[in-house]
Nanobody
Framework: QVQLVESGGGLVQPGGSLRLSCAAS????????MGWYRQAPGKQRELVAA???????NYTDSVKGRFTISRDNAKTMVYLQMNSLKPEDTAVYYC????????????????WGQGTQVTVSS
């Protein structure tokens, strides 16, 4: 009922930058918090950054000062600008959103994208 499609991943050298985008579509009644998670091989999925519908943000400590999350509510998009990338940022990055849909607008549910690979390597 809600589809999330990520784009912008790829291979980048240490110190480089990437910008991830996530487009939400479907029978969306309302979008609430949106965020980015990542999962490296052999590790649990972790929250990277999140942003509320009002624009409040939070980041995991390891990316503070390097990553910036933003959203365009009109376009139902969320972005993650990643600067000063490090090899330890290598992971599959997933978009997440809490939303209600027209057929069930009283209950918010979480939705996931399919993920996009980010590899930081020289």
């Amino acid at each position: 009922q809600v589809q999330l499609v990520e784009s912008g991943g790829g291979l980048v050298q240490p110190g480089g930058s990437l910008r991830l985008s996530c487009a939400a579509s479907g029978s969306i009644f309302r979008l609430y918090s949106m965020g980015w998670y990542r999962q490296a091989p052999g590790k649990q999925r972790e929250l990277v950054a999140a942003i509320t519908s009002g624009g409040n943000t939070n980041y995991t400590d390891s990316v503070k000062g390097r990553f910036t999350i933003s959203r365009d509510n009109a376009k139902t998009m969320v972005y993650l600008q990643m600067n000063s990338l490090k090899p330890e940022d290598t992971a599959v990055y997933y978009c997440n959103a809490a939303a209600t849909v027209y057929s069930d607008y009283e209950v918010a549910r979480g939705y996931w994208g399919q993920g996009t690979q980010v590899t930081v390597s020289s």
